[in-house]
T-cell receptor
Framework: NAGVTQTPKFQVLKTGQSMTLQCAQDMNHEYMSWYRQDPGMGLRLIHY???????DQGEVPNGYNVSRSTTEDFPLRLLSAAPSQTSVYFCASRITGFSGANVLTFGAGSRLTVL | AQTVTQSQPEMSVQEAETVTLSCTYDTSESNYYLFWYKQPPSRQMILVIR??????QNATENRFSVNFQKAAKSFSLKISDSQLGDTAMYFC???????????FGKGTRLHILP
């Protein structure tokens, strides 16, 4: 049972380059989300999805794109990386609805550095 | 806007002592879930404890317990008999039934000293 798998774990980019952070889950969770973690800022929601074909913006969506073509996958795209996007990125998933089972399962995180 | 505030950026306590991490939140919703997550140096996010706003009884999980004060919108985490392995960043978070977003606080970095 792999849970939530993120790749890559580490990445260094130059300003203006593009890249995709991959996220896959095998728990049949309808809800998937991306957070970024910066020192002193906690975890901030970038984008989220409540099912295949449905995505929505979180608190800090600018500079990021997402799509959800399957239940399992939720990639995060940086079209033109900027130094302000240097961060640790977490993908997380859970069941939808409102219950005590709505616990986020997190991936291991991806550390991105933009030079 | 719904917010979560953790007023203690960093704390240190001696091993075996009891420590309390504070969390306050702001929401107009009447029912919601509150969570504490732990992030050790490995960076992995781990659920510590959860609480439903409609439940009067404070949640407990072994050495971890919460003091949930709904009227004060306070949700503190108490760690009893602290251990070196409790050294981590701790995040308070909540989910309301208005939307699907789980909102996190900025975290408290806890050091357990030998």
């Amino acid at each position: 049972n792999a849970g939530v798998t993120q790749t890559p774990k580490f990445q260094v980019l130059k300003t203006g380059q593009s890249m995709t952070l991959q996220c896959a889950q095998d728990m049949n969770h309808e809800y998937m989300s991306w957070y970024r973690q910066d020192p002193g800022m906690g975890l901030r929601l970038i984008h989220y999805s409540v099912g295949a074909g449905i995505t929505d913006q979180g608190e800090v969506p600018n500079g990021y794109n997402v799509s959800r073509s399957t239940t399992e996958d939720f990639p995060l795209r940086l079209l033109s990386a900027a130094p302000s996007q240097t961060s640790v990125y977490f993908c997380a998933s859970r069941i939808t609805g409102f219950s005590g089972a709505n616990v986020l399962t997190f991936g291991a995180g991806s550390r991105l550095t933009v030079l | 806007a719904q917010t979560v505030t953790q007023s203690q950026p960093e704390m240190s306590v001696q091993e075996a002592e009891t420590v309390t991490l504070s969390c306050t939140y702001d929401t107009s919703e009447s029912n919601y879930y509150l969570f504490w997550y732990k992030q050790p140096p490995s960076r992995q996010m781990i659920l510590v404890i959860r609480q439903e706003a409609y439940k009067q009884q404070n949640a407990t999980e072994n050495r971890f317990s919460v003091n949930f004060q709904k009227a004060a919108k306070s949700f503190s985490l108490k760690i009893s008999d602290s251990q070196l392995g409790d050294t981590a960043m701790y995040f308070c978070a909540f989910l309301t039934n208005r939307d699907d977003k789980i909102i996190f606080g900025k975290g408290t970095r806890l050091h357990i000293l030998p």
